[in-house]
């Protein structure tokens, strides 16, 4: 039971291997090579020196070079002033034209929108192929690791409070923060510095919120393929799993499904708070 559980949450943990069946690789472990670190030995190993490749960080390469060759032939089409031809070209034209109109545009105004569709763009489809990838086996959840989803948040303040400081400047900016009240001189001395504090926390705690929902949202799904795969383990030997085991499986299958459902709706959330957090950040109060 313990050893099937591993397994299973192999698949949502970051590693230096990928899990691959033991007929393959021998001990269904499929290392990766480090050529700038070195590895500890045993079974759970840690890096000792140098700069060390994990699984997800591999995913993630696999995932922007799946974005160079699905993009970048669409954009020399698209710059040809040729007409949008095929499936696989107008599935992902009615994406970017949504995220333009009903994502940008709609949080950030028509103005000012469309200078950020670009990043709206990059982020929607990165961790929508992300989370797509985590649903294939022997692979992982990319986006379902803190460090991939803060680094994602991470990239959306600094986007925010650069696009306000480039439009207001960078004191115009941090001034913005706290809203117009005319108030007294002694309570203004008093309530404008705790009113400032309170807006700065809440820039930085939305956008750590940002990550933290894309990350236990991705991460929690696995946890429930884990615990019904685990009780098909549990009932192994017993009369109990003729019935366990084809309700499992069902619910796996459906759980599956969802997941699917949930990649797109999880990219789709990510990018559309990000778009409020910038046009927030652009037109404060």
């Known amino acids: ?25 021998e001990g269904g472990k499929l ?12 079974s759970h190993p840690t890096p000792i020196s140098g700069f060390c490749i994990s699984k997800f960080m ?9 974005l160079l060759l699905v993009f970048i032939p669409i954009a020399r089409r698209i710059a040809t002033g040729e007409r949008p031809k095929g499936r696989f070209w107008n599935f992902f034209e009615l994406l970017l034209v949504f995220i333009r109109d009903e994502i940008a545009r709609s949080a950030i105004g028509k103005k000012d929108g ?23 086996p022997w692979l992982g959840t990319a986006t379902g690791a803190v460090g991939t989803s803060g680094a994602l948040a991470a990239i959306v303040v600094c986007v925010s409070i650069g696009a306000g400081s480039s439009k207001m400047g ?4 941090w001034k913005a923060q706290v809203p117009h009240i005319e108030l007294p ?22 956008h750590i919120m940002l990550g933290m929902r894309l990350f236990a949202n991705m991460f929690a799904g696995h946890i429930v393929l884990v615990v019904l795969m685990g009780f098909i383990a549990s009932t192994a030997g ?17 759980m599956m499904l ?9 990219a789709y959330i990510f990018t559309f708070l990000s778009a409020l957090w910038i046009g927030m950040a652009v037109h404060p109060h």
């Open 58 to 66: 591999v995913l993630e390469v696999v995932v922007a070079v799946l």
């Open 238 to 254: 017993t009369f109990a799993w003729f019935g366990v085991m084809p309700a499992s499986v069902f619910g796996c299958t459906a």
């Open 258 to 266: 969802l997941e699917v459902f949930v990649a797109f709706l999880q």
């Open 1 to 25: 039971m313990a050893g099937n559980i591993e397994h299973t949450m192999a698949h949502v943990k970051d590693s230096y291997y990928f899990e691959v069946p033991r007929n393959l690789v």
């Open 114 to 136: 469309d200078r950020f569709v670009p990043i709206l763009w990059t982020l929607f489809f990165f961790i929508l192929f992300c989370n797509l990838l985590g649903l294939l």
């Open 185 to 206: 001189i002694a309570l203004a001395v008093i309530l404008i510095p705790m009113l400032f504090v309170i807006e700065v926390l809440g820039l930085f705690i939305r």
């Open 31 to 42: 290392w990766i090579p480090q050529p700038f670190g070195e590895l500890s030995h045993g």
């Open 170 to 173: 960078l004191v115009g900016f």
